[in-house]
């Protein structure tokens, strides 16, 4: 291909031969043609030598010189551009991405704020041809907002990539709703503004590449849209679908419902909090910021939750079970190891015996048992 192009993607030139295949139509019709003008790059993401070097995906991004220049720049469009959305599109700004939103709420005045271009209608959107588009809404309105996408107006090879909290509803959705010639990863960044308002590093990001076209331009693009969250020090984790809504289960719906049942109890601070209460009133705050959609997106869209919560529950019948059982050990041996016909004496007696009446009170009670006795014996020999 001509190097007088403008473009988004240059490869190294050991590439060019596979451009026939067709699983690489999408770049030899000239849809991601070479940039002349911008810097040399090293594209990590296929592992390229010094002498095939790359240009950034998106060279005309407008991202101030710099270390970053080393780094390819994809056109992203996030969809759903509430908090979480905000909250990325923060980082993806400053790594110098361009950013395209779109959202049923007007949030152009947020966009504008982050650089981005906000399209109230999804054609534009579309027209504006992003590199990746990133479904960044509630579990709840996931399956609504992408029906509602014109998805043929994209780019056929377009990447879509969901953040959802749940994995294998997203999959099977983008799966059932997406041309066969999209790519598609399942991602989840395992936390938000408030668990990483100051950073990413060391928080865990799980994906799961669940369809990449087999092209190096393809390749690059998905290594390139993970390469955000590993440069700014996520624990990057790979693993299906299925798996992390297992472990999710347990990591996040648990969290969730343990937080929102202490914030029944309506707890509060008080001048005697232990370090145990303090990180308590902590998991209230963190759980109860965010919506109770996303709780029960959690609950209706990953099929461990039903599970789990009856678990939950039994763990909890458990604990009352023992400590009743506890109780009611002490009530019995303050009832009946204290009464005068059980041996108080015995190892193990630890109550006082109830009666602490005077001896002509024990002397009566004889002589009531005696009574009763002798009441025992005439009714046995009539």
Known sequence: MSSSTSSRLHLPSSWHATTTKATCRWRRQGLLPVAAAAAPLR???????????????DAGSGADEGPDDQHPRLKIAIVGFGNFGQFLARTFARQGHTLLAHSRTDHSAAAAALGATFFADPHDLCESQPDVVILATSILSAKAVLHSLPVHRFRRNTLFVDVLSVKEFPKNLLLASLPDDFDII???PMFGPESAGGGWRGHPFVFDRVRVGDCPARRARAEAFLDVFAREGCRMEEMSCAR???????????????????????????????????????????????????????FMYNQNSTELLNRLESAMDEIKRRLFDELHEVLRKQLFEGSPPLNTDSPGSSSPPLNTGSPSDS?????????????HDDKSGQ
């Not at 592992?47 to 790359?54: L, P």
């Not at 002397?363 to 002798?374: E, R």
């Open 186 to 188: 399942c991602t989840h």
């Open 244 to 298: 992390h809504d297992e472990l999710a289960a347990a990591t996040q719906f648990l969290t969730h419902t343990v937080g929102r049942m202490l914030a029944l109890l309506g707890l509060e601070p008080t001048p005697i909090d232990t370090m145990g209460y303090q990180a308590l009133l902590r998991l209230v705050a963190n759980t109860c910021s965010d919506s109770f959609d996303l709780y029960n997106g959690l």
């Open 363 to 375: 002397s009566s009670a004889t002589k009531s048992t005696d009574h009763d006795q002798d009441a």
């Open 43 to 57: 594209l990590r993401a296929v592992h390229a030598t010094d002498a095939a070097a790359g240009q950034p995906i």
